[in-house]
């Protein structure tokens, strides 16, 4: 795991992230991803068409929007699950437009389901372990002795601790509350040690008490590395992102700190006669 996490608050960084004044597309001082004229179609219907747009490195990056709007295939088109139909996309500074899902991936750059569709009838802890083989890119090995295995069993349980599920080691992760599953996700996730976290909904369905420990999780995770979340609840997306940005049919509508985008008129319209109502 990376050890340059600072312990306490994260500092506020809303302010300098951005170059000049903050428009929709606006450069980013230290982007690790700029998408460039990105456009997606599903047949007739444009779903994604983004003149531009940087996610700055070590932050949380919130991408909102109405139902449709394109979020998804954004996480899509940037995760290199869907190719896009036409523009290009750099990522670490390197133009990533056709390379694989997995190749990106394993340049890291993670997105929290890709591997979270975990094993639900082994226990959280081997979950987390078979992700930690991963990272070793040793998962194909399985003629070493079983030894080995267990010396990941330390790392496995600091993972877990880490999440607050160190309680639900020896728990099939079929039966771990619903609350919890998100919390396993990104110790999954985090086994494999990315510098970029994609999360699509982490809070969805979630209760309240649930909301609040993911919360607390996601903010201690992005401490050293770069966060883009898909997030419908706006107390989360008001008390986590240190940036904004607004999708709507597609386009980039709006960006910037919680206090300009929650009262940008546009953005409200935008949202008017959706059911997003959290949004409002
Ligand atoms: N695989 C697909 N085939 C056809 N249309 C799609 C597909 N994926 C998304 N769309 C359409 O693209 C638009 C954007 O969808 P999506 O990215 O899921 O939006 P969001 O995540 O913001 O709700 C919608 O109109 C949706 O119906
Ligand atoms: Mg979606």
Redesign the pocket.
Known sequence: MSSNATPGKTPVKSTGLHTGEIVPGVAKVDPIIIADGVRRS??G?T??DVEHLEIPRNAITALI??????????FNLLTKFLPPSSGQILYKGEDITHRAAADVARSGMVRSFQISAVFPHLTVLENVRVGLQRKLGTSFHFWKPESTLYALNDQAMALLESVDLGGFADTKTVELPYGRKRALEIATTLALDPELMLLDEPTQGMGHEDVGRVVELIRKVAANRTVLM?EHNMNVVANLSDTITV?AR?TVLAEGPYETVSKDPRVLEAYVGSSDEEAA
Not at 65 to 72: D, E, F, L, Q, R
Request: charged letters at 5%; zero cysteines; proline letters at 6%.
């Open positions: 599903f047949g219907l779903a994604v929007g109405p139902n449709g709007a394109g979020k998804t295939t954004v898909v999708l597609g």
